[in-house]
Nanobody, 122 residues
Framework: QVRLVESGGGSVQAGGSLRLSCAAS?????MGWFRQAPGKEREGVAA???????NYAESVKGRFTISRDNTKNTLYLQMDSLKPEDTAMYYC???????????????????WGQGTQVTVSS
């Protein structure tokens, strides 16, 4: 079992920055950030493997940076140049095993946090 606790969400104006954190209760194999806006499906934002291989959704490339500190079992998402369309609930996810499922697919992950809200105003 893995417990994930997100923090760092909030409200910011367009063009601003936020940094999300996700503390895991144990070491994990792959971790990711997902987001879900009202009325929309949950979508993958960024993911990172234990050896720091990263994947990003096209919509956030060049603006968001995912990283992890394995010594602290913590995942981060630095979000810069935020846009109103980035507004959503952001979720941390983790898997303990290798998988053939793509890194930004919901089905790859077994454990999820409760989410942290990010609101970007224009």
């Amino acid at each position: 079992q893995v417990r994930l606790v997100e923090s760092g969400g909030g409200s910011v104006q367009a063009g601003g920055s936020l940094r999300l954190s996700c503390a895991a209760s144990r070491s994990t194999y792959y971790m990711g950030w997902f987001r879900q806006a009202p009325g929309k499906e949950r979508e993958g934002v960024a993911a990172i493997g234990r050896t720091d291989i990263t994947n990003y959704a096209e919509s956030v490339k060049g603006r968001f940076t995912i990283s992890r500190d394995n010594t602290k079992n913590t995942l981060y998402l630095q979000m810069d140049s935020l846009k109103p369309e980035d507004t959503a609930m952001y979720y941390c996810a983790a898997s303990l095993w290798p998988s053939g499922t793509q890194a930004l697919e919901v089905g790859r992950y077994n454990y999820w946090g409760q989410g942290t809200q990010v609101t970007v105003s224009s």
